[in-house]
């Protein structure tokens, strides 16, 4: 087994590295006085200069995946990105998750990572044109709206937002929440799922649609905080929408086909919160390792008291291993298909969250008092993170899914 990188994987990961620490790492300073100045729900003009730098570096929609992998586009019509391998990619992505906002300057953050994909894979061609171009080109931003409070949405099948057909158009009633991106200016379009049929067979229930933001009925009533953070200007927000017409040409690949699509969308997007997050656990152990290193408790060095260097070790060989998971799944995405490399991604999926937590844990013990402030950001990406146990499909669904295919394995084999 060779786990040496090519060229071409070596080539990309660099490129993303150098231009982070030349463009991103030195200007984060001002990226947080933008934040906390004036509004919350803004567009912040650091990233937008750094976008522009990052574009003509053609360093853009690295997350696009290879033709290889999807269905022909009509040459005068391609979305092309930089068509790197999902291996190449998380190499590349987990150096964007070592600075919260490095991933949305080579236009590569979620939701629109997954909404992209969606329109390339299920959209008609006047969908791409519409909205597919927009996105790529970083003039819009967009939502996905899926979950909702009344119901336990880790069974998508549980969705109760209504779809009613009314000639050329859907009406659609229901309650969304967590639905990320709503809060940014930009956000001009969301993918709505909900159900077109509650008598068809459980899984052809549910449909999903194209929602423009600006539609009569839609109503953002609220953003909400994660741990008290409110995570503009992107955020997540609960969306009411109230007899909103949309019409019957926004629906994606057909009605009835929402369930598939979305177990299509989420299979990327899982990976590509796991790539990030390895790199927010590198950033943690490197803030934790210089915060040893630099102070000294009842007289020497906190590095040199045994329970640090335990801790350490521990998570430089968590990090390691997840990584190498991490790799394997984005590895057999590429070569087998996202459906032969479903258990990876549900492993590395309840994995890296999981080590990150621990790490980011630690980091803030070893920062005393200061860990908990906003003075440095381990509170915030703990907070992040956090989420991600849920995002995508919670813990325990991954974990069942697990548990099946190893009771799978043996169900033939058990003693009589």
Known sequence: MDFTLTERETHFRDRVRAFIDADIRPRHGEYLAQSHEGERWKVLPVIEEVKERARAAGLWNLFMPPRSGRPPVDDSFAFEGTQLTNLEYALCAEEMGRIGWASECFNCSAPDTGNMEVFLRYGTREQKERWLRPLMNAEIRSAFLMTEPQVASSDATNIQTAMMRDGDDYVVNGRKWWSSGVGDPRCKVAILMG?????????QQQSMMILDMDTPGVTIERMLSVYGYDHAPH??????????????????????????????????????????????????????????LGRVAFGKRIADH????????????????????????????????????????????????????????????????GGVSEDFSLAHDWASVRTLRFADGPDEVHNRSIARAEFGRHTNHVPQ
Not at 240 to 266: S, W, Y
Not at 283 to 289: D, N, Q
């Open 195 to 203: 159900k077109t049929d509650v008598d068809a067979p459980r899984h």
């Open 235 to 292: 955020g997540h927000g609960e969306v009411v929408l109230d007899n909103v017409r949309i019409p019957a040409a926004n629906v994606l690949l057909g009605e009835g086909r929402g369930f598939e699509i979305a177990q299509g969308r989420l299979g990327p997007g899982r990976i590509h919160h796991c790539m990030r997050t390895i790199g927010v656990a590198e950033s943690a152990i490197e803030a934790m390792a210089k915060r040893l």
């Open 306 to 369: 045994s329970v640090w260097e335990q801790r350490i070790a521990k998570a430089r060989i968590d990090i390691e291993m997840t990584r190498l998971l991490c790799l394997k799944a984005a590895d057999m995405m590429d070569k087998a298909g996202n459906k032969a490399a479903q258990l990876e991604i549900a492993m590395i999926k309840v994995a890296a969250p999981t080590m990150a937590l621990q790490i980011l844990d630690d980091a803030i013990q070893a920062h005393g008092g």
